[in-house]
């Protein structure tokens, strides 16, 4: 049983284009994030949700819009893609919220080419 | 802001060689995490530390709090292990992780 999934797991689209990426998990956590690793592998936080509510939002383009219709699936719409977006997109889920830290659970990845 | 330093950035070792990363960072957390990534491959995690010391199989984590630094030991190192491994922290709750750059490990037979 995948743990977090996410789909599609390449993704090739010109620009000027609007897509999606999807992530689901069956942990039964209540923390999904969105990670970005650039070209030089470098990976940085996008987004967190708690329960379906926003809790982080780092200086992403609001090109980019998360939704997460239940606590298990968190997906990623890009609006208007630029070649800049080009990267490996990671989805991640962990227990629980407050101030304690819990390990991250990740999907497998999904490689954007924006031509 | 937490600033994550990893070193070395690169590191190729004779295989049964005993392997050490170190990981600094710059403001208190709630916990520090070493994850590995193959190449092409997904990320999975290897330890969360708050305090002390962890040990899965062949690998070690170490933590000081005081000194903000980790290392992550490999003992009786292996091929298999030729990875990129990644230093992150995170304030605890739905806080995303802060990662550091990465130490890529080769073991060469």
């Known amino acids: 049983d995948t743990a977090v999934s996410q789909t599609p797991k390449y993704l090739v689209t010109q620009m000027g284009n609007d897509k999606s990426i999807k992530c689901e998990q069956n942990l039964g956590h209540d923390t999904m994030y969105w990670y970005k690793q650039d070209s030089k592998k470098f990976l940085k936080i996008m987004f967190s949700?708690?329960?379906?509510?926003?809790?982080i939002n780092e200086t992403v383009p609001n090109r980019f819009s998360p939704k997460s219709p239940d606590k298990a699936h968190l997906n990623l719409h890009i609006n208007s893609l630029e070649l800049g977006d080009s990267a490996v997109y990671f989805c991640?889920?962990?227990?629980?919220?407050?101030?304690?830290?819990?390990?991250?659970?990740f999907g497998p990845g999904t490689r954007l080419t924006v031509t | 802001k937490n600033e994550v330093e990893q070193s070395p950035q690169n590191l190729t070792a004779q295989e049964g060689e005993f392997i050490t990363i170190n990981c600094s960072y710059s403001?208190?957390?709630?916990?520090l995490h070493w994850l590995q990534q193959h190449p092409g491959g997904g990320i999975v995690s290897l330890f969360m530390l708050s305090s002390g010391k962890k040990k899965h199989g062949r690998l070690i984590a170490t933590i000081n709090i005081q000194e903000k630094h980790s290392s992550l030991h490999i003992t009786a190192s292996h091929p298999r292990d030729s990875a990129v491994y990644i230093c992150a922290v995170g304030g605890g709750g739905a806080d995303g992780l802060t990662f550091g750059k990465g130490t890529h490990l080769i073991i060469q037979p």
């Open positions: 403001v208190g957390i709630s916990a």
């Open positions: 991640a889920s962990s227990q629980g919220s407050g101030t304690v830290s819990y390990e991250q659970y």
């Open positions: 949700y708690n329960n379906k509510e926003l809790i």
